[in-house]
């Protein structure tokens, strides 16, 4: 049984930074791609950010690039997302999630998703 646990979300102020973690368990974590996406109040769900099986190819969306890194660690089967110079606007749900394959990434390849982590940006 594949599980994702998110940890380490929080209030944050605006400009501060914020580190998300996810450990896997039930998969072969070392063999897949991992994604962060993150759902705001009254909006869908939508990407964050990903990399692949061996964390070599990282994939950002637009609103996070320059200010969000991902990064993963095989041997302990988990997947980080380092949030710096926070804003309002990035205050949502944050999960993560495993691709059904080491090198597809896109939104419609991830099939399994951790109950997700509230991160709140204040002003």
């Known amino acids: 049984q594949v599980q994702l646990v998110e940890s380490g979300g929080g209030s944050v102020q605006a400009g501060g930074s914020l580190r998300l973690s996810c450990a896997a368990s039930?998969?072969?974590?070392?063999?897949?791609?991992m994604g962060w996406f993150r759902q705001a109040p009254g909006k869908d769900r939508e990407f964050v950010a990903a990399?692949?099986?061996?964390?070599?190819?990282?994939y950002y969306a637009d609103s996070g690039k320059g200010r969000f890194t991902i990064s993963r660690d095989n041997a302990k089967n988990t997947v980080a997302l380092q949030r710096n110079r926070v804003k309002p606007e990035d205050t949502a749900v944050y999960y993560c999630?495993?691709?059904?394959?080491?090198?597809?990434?896109?939104?419609?390849?991830?099939?399994?998703w951790g109950p997700g982590t509230q991160v709140t940006v204040s002003s």
């Open positions: 999630a495993a691709s059904r394959s080491g090198t597809s990434y896109g939104p419609s390849d991830f099939g399994s």
């Open positions: 039930g998969l072969t974590f070392s063999s897949l791609a």
């Open positions: 990399n692949r099986w061996d964390g070599v190819n990282t």
